[in-house]
């Protein structure tokens, strides 16, 4: 990443930060909450680079998420790098299972078989009273190493973690995607058996992709659990994992910083038509997912490319 | 618990299934398009049938009569909401990925959610009438209603029309050359354009009948469509896409896996119909009814 895209992620970060103690709570609220969200999309940009689709992220955000209330309603524990470490752990365990499976599947039956998986987890969920049923359960927010704090201030900790988690998942993943294996993924997008005439195997590839993207979506999960307060099993639920593959679509694979404005975009989207004309939330998503897919396939993040392809033809022709 | 209760419970849910998830089937067989607006076929029928019945029932006309106009009324619906669908954005993503077309779907099936609202509005329709016009019978101390018994009678004279439609007739011919081969079709003179918008148009009515034959014995609220899209794509992927046969067997699978579930474990009777279809995913991965490709470079 250079300087100055450097520079600008920080300056962006620093300002919804600073933002706290300006904006409403509100917007605070919507920032937190998207910046939750945007870490399962990023880990839907990372599966559509091997050229796959999950229709079921939706299972390791409802893991995250259901780790968090689990921990502190059963076991009382309520430190949140503990939590987050039991959740990552619990997915690192389900992603290697399932992505022992997975890994041999392509396309729509790529799709259908995570969400199978994430509605199976619905199913469980819905049908079990200790957890709350469909009703789900309450989370408290967390102690950071036994230091608990009041409620303005435990906001403000859960708001200032999650920039720091953000700030470094960007960091990181962005290296992952100019690196070797970042470059064999995109690869097994194009031609998947030309990486395997290389002496690569588009499985251990699309496996580790895999893992990567189901540890983003439980972090994102358990986030969003602190900051929403609460858990139910929608979080696993089929629409749950199309919206975000909405998201993901919008911002476009093109680069690691795309989720995290389409994110931010969605929330807003979503709470204004709600406000202003709620039986029209549908229509309006549909639409913009239309529009994207027929005009901008390459998402939001492609207008920018398309002006700089502008200035560089008006450039040669003058 | 009687095991024949339960086998009829599950025939009866099965046949209900295949209803809903032959029109599905049938468009990816021909099409490769595995439509999300299915579901919104389904709720588009249903409502219109309920609407029928409404207006049909306050004329106090005879009530056998109003079997002929809800159904032929949903089934009209769908072809209408399938034509529009068809000629209006279909036709021009046609060649696309296949993940591409189901995102496109999806984004009809969220407008066509919002546009129900705006028609039926949102509050539940009820159109019970011919659901217990025809009564109930008790079969092994059970009370059934004869209505769903029915149902399956419908089903299976859908499936042999289908199976006649396809297999016998000069148009089932050519949709066989269209799955098979479709630039050889074209050049074999086959109006492969036409094919696709009648095949289309009978996949949308199929799903707005399922919703039609349904829409009596339930309560029809928003949001149907997108709960009953998932159950159907269940059935097809364990069937295999695109098999009409595999439709009957995923039907019947995962109709009686349901009703075992609901009278002996009801805990598991949401988990019940994904873990088939996980189960027959896990051991063959195209589904039971189709073959793998080979791979190309």
């Known amino acids: 990443m250079d300087k100055k895209t450097h520079m600008i992620l920080l300056c962006c970060l620093l300002l919804i930060l600073i ?16 910046l939750a969200k945007a870490f399962i999309v990023l880990g839907l940009v990372i599966l559509m680079r ?8 939706g299972l390791y955000y409802c893991i995250g998420g259901y780790v968090a209330g689990i921990c502190q309603k059963f076991f009382g524990i309520n430190d949140f790098f503990m939590i987050l470490l039991i959740g990552i752990f619990i997915s690192l365990i389900v992603s290697f299972l399932l992505g022992l499976l997975l890994c041999n599947y392509r396309d729509i039956f790529f799709a259908m078989f995570t969400l199978a998986f994430s509605m199976i987890l619905y199913g469980i969920i819905v049908k079990t009273e200790t957890l709350g049923s469909t009703d789900g359960f309450n989370v408290k927010l967390p102690t950071y190493f036994t230091i608990s704090s009041s409620f303005a201030t435990g906001k403000f900790l859960i708001l200032l973690i999650t920039i720091l988690i953000a700030y470094f998942v960007i960091i990181y993943i962005r290296k992952f995607f100019n690196s070797e294996l970042g470059y064999i993924s995109l690869s097994t997008k194009e031609n998947e058996i030309r990486v395997e005439y290389l002496g690569i195997s588009p499985k251990i590839v699309i496996f580790i992709n895999y893992s990567l993207a189901a540890i983003l979506a439980t972090v994102g999960g358990a986030l969003t659990a602190f900051v929403s307060g609460h858990v139910d099993p929608d979080m696993a639920y089929w629409t749950t994992s199309g919206e975000f593959v909405f998201v993901a679509l919008l911002g476009g694979t093109m680069h690691v910083i795309a989720p995290f404005i389409a994110s931010i975009l969605f929330e807003f989207i979503h709470m204004y038509a709600y406000d202003i004309s709620p039986n029209t939330w549908q229509i309006i998503l549909g639409s913009i997912l239309l529009l994207i897919i027929i005009f901008l396939p390459r998402g939001l993040w492609s207008i920018g490319e398309i002006f700089r392809k502008k200035e560089v033809k008006d450039a040669s022709n003058s | 618990m009687n095991i024949l209760v339960i086998l009829l419970d599950g025939l009866v849910y099965s046949s209900w299934l295949f209803i809903v998830s032959t029109g599905l089937t049938l468009i990816y067989g021909v099409m490769r398009i595995l439509n999300m607006a299915h579901g919104s076929m389904y709720a588009i029928g249903a409502y219109t049938a309920a609407t029928i019945v409404g207006i049909y029932f306050n004329h106090g006309f005879v009530p056998w009569g109003s079997y002929f106009f809800f159904i032929s009324g949903a089934m009209f619906a769908g072809i209408i909401a399938g034509l529009l669908i068809e000629r209006g954005i279909l036709r021009i ?46 079969i092994f101390g059970i009370s059934f209603t004869n209505y769903d018994l029915y149902l399956i009678i419908v089903a299976a004279i859908i499936g042999v029309i289908l199976w006649l ?63 009953i899209i998932i159950v159907a794509f269940a ?3 364990i069937g295999g896409l695109g098999s009409i046969g595999g439709a009957l067997i995923g039907s019947l699978l995962v109709g009686m896996a349901r009703a075992f ?37």
Request: hydrophobic content about 55%; aromatic content about 14%.
């Open chain 1, 19 to 34: 933002g706290n103690f300006i904006f409403p709570k509100w917007l605070t609220f919507l920032f937190n909450i998207s």
């Open chain 1, 50 to 57: 091997v050229g796959l689709v999950s229709f079921g992220q």
């Open chain 2, 93 to 138: 993503m046609y060649g696309s990925d296949e993940v591409i077309m189901i995102l496109v779907t999806y984004a009809i099936l969220l407008i066509l959610e919002d546009v129900i609202k705006f028609i039926w509005g949102v509050e539940g329709y009820f159109a019970y009438q011919p659901y217990t016009y025809l009564g109930r019978s008790h």
């Open chain 2, 165 to 227: 439609w396809l297999n016998k007739t000069r148009f089932g011919k050519l949709l066989i050359a269209v799955i098979n081969d479709q630039e050889i079709s074209v050049a074999m003179g086959i109006n492969v354009t036409k094919v696709y918008i009648i095949t289309f148009a009978i996949g949308c009515m199929l799903g707005a009948l399922a919703g039609g034959l349904t829409a009596p014995g339930i309560s029809i609220v928003p949001g149907m469509g997108i709960q």
């Open chain 2, 235 to 237: 059935v097809v992927v």
């Open chain 2, 261 to 297: 579930a609901v009278h002996l474990f009801p805990q598991i009777e949401l988990f019940v119909i994904y873990g088939v279809m996980a189960l027959v995913l896990a051991i063959r991965p195209h589904g039971l009814f189709v073959r793998a490709k080979v791979r190309k470079i």
